[in-house]
């Protein structure tokens, strides 16, 4: 059965650091890209970024990657979101997804990913 599940939300002050996880299961994780969304109270959801074949495919919106790290471990069945000098407004529900590698980066950019989690709450708050 298909799963992703992500984990590693919870409350941070400003400027705190967190690391999300997402553990995918019953697809060949190896084939698929990954991204991370968000969705903050009363707002629309948007993509943090997205994982291909590794670091050198890894790609971030609007200037998240300075402050953000995405890196997967295909050992592990696991994507991570590294989420440095967090602010307020990173408050949201963070969601990883998945879609076949091939074409994986327009999927991400236009919400086609085939497969998503339920999402881990993360609240930036002092």
């Known amino acids: 059965q298909l799963q992703l599940v992500e984990s590693g939300g919870g409350l941070v002050h400003p400027g705190g650091s967190l690391n999300l996880s997402c553990v995918v299961s019953g697809i060949a994780f190896a084939t698929y890209g990954i991204g991370w969304y968000r969705q903050a109270p009363g707002k629309e959801r948007e993509g943090v970024g997205c994982v291909g074949d590794g670091p050198h495919s890894t790609y971030y919106s609007n200037g998240l990657e300075d402050r953000f790290t995405i890196s997967r471990d295909n050992a592990k069945n696991t994507v991570y979101l590294q989420m440095n000098s967090l602010k307020p407004e990173d408050t949201a529900i963070y969601y990883c997804?998945?879609?076949?590698?091939?074409?994986?980066?327009?999927?991400?950019?236009?919400?086609?990913?085939?497969?998503w989690g339920k999402g881990t709450r993360v609240n930036v708050s002092s």
């Open positions: 997804a998945a879609v076949e590698k091939r074409g994986f980066l327009s999927a991400y950019w236009d919400f086609r990913m085939t497969y």
